[in-house]
């Protein structure tokens, strides 16, 4: 079983910018693609970005792109998510999973295990 834990969440002004990282517990990680979800209050849990086993393929909703980069370092099974140029809206909790298999998904069904979530609020 993955284990998934993330962090880098916190409180940031508008225009600035956080790290994500979410670490895995087990050596399957890197045979295993991964995405950010993220859930706003009162809405829908949704897509952020996805990345390959090999972190060759990666993929973004197109709210985030051009701001947001998604990374992993499979020696250190840790992925990591870049948001630059942070925005209000992308106020969220922010969640890291893993699939079973190697091909990055947009798709949340495709994801077998799930972190507990770490929160960002961008507020001035």
């Known amino acids: 079983q993955v284990l998934l834990e993330e962090s880098g969440g916190g409180l940031v002004q508008p225009g600035g910018s956080l790290r994500l990282s979410c670490a895995a517990s087990?050596?399957?990680?890197?045979?295993?693609?991964m995405g950010w979800f993220r859930q706003a209050p009162g809405k829908e849990r949704e897509f952020v970005a996805t990345?390959?086993?090999?972190?060759?393929?990666?993929s973004y909703v197109d709210s985030v792109k051009g701001r947001f980069t998604i990374s992993r370092d499979n020696a250190k099974n840790t992925m990591y998510l870049q948001m630059n140029s942070l925005k209000p809206e992308d106020t969220a909790v922010y969640f890291c999973?893993?699939?079973?298999?190697?091909?990055?998904?947009?798709?949340?069904?495709?994801?077998?295990?799930w972190g507990q979530g770490t929160q960002v609020t961008v507020s001035s």
């Open positions: 999973a893993a699939t079973r298999g190697y091909f990055a998904s947009v798709e949340a069904h495709e994801y077998a295990y």
């Open positions: 087990a050596r399957t990680f890197s045979s295993s693609a």
């Open positions: 990345i390959s086993w090999t972190g060759g393929t990666t």
